[in-house]
């Protein structure tokens, strides 16, 4: 069982910064697949970001690349999304989740543990 925490979310201007955390509990996190997903009022959970067990392979959506960097740091259990200039249309619940045979790994039925979700908000 592993168990999913994020935080670091907020309220930013357009243009800033923040820095999301993945906590996880369990002592074979580091052999699993994490990624990142986000979910907008009214509009389907969309994947961010996500990063291999040892952090050496990182994937991105179209929407994040250039501006969000995926790291892992197995020694504390921790996955971080960090995220530059960014935009309104990045308003959502981020999410964090967790899998050791994920298959798509944009797909979010391919992972077998989900955080709470922490709310990004981005203003104009």
């Known amino acids: 069982q592993v168990q999913l925490v994020e935080s670091g979310g907020g309220l930013v201007q357009a243009g800033g910064s923040l820095r999301l955390s993945c906590a996880a509990s369990?002592?074979?996190?580091?052999?699993?697949?994490v990624g990142w997903f986000r979910q907008a009022p009214g509009k389907e959970r969309e994947f961010v970001a996500a990063?291999?067990?040892?952090?050496?392979?990182?994937y991105y959506a179209d929407s994040a690349k250039g501006r969000f960097t995926i790291s892992r740091d197995n020694a504390k259990n921790t996955v971080y999304l960090q995220m530059n200039s960014l935009k309104p249309e990045d308003t959502a619940i981020y999410y964090c989740?967790?899998?050791?045979?994920?298959?798509?790994?944009?797909?979010?039925?391919?992972?077998?543990?989900w955080g709470q979700g922490t709310q990004v908000t981005v203003s104009s």
């Open positions: 990063i291999n067990w040892n952090g050496a392979s990182k």
């Open positions: 369990g002592r074979t996190f580091s052999s699993y697949v």
């Open positions: 989740a967790a899998g050791v045979n994920v298959l798509r790994l944009s797909t979010p039925r391919g992972y077998d543990y």
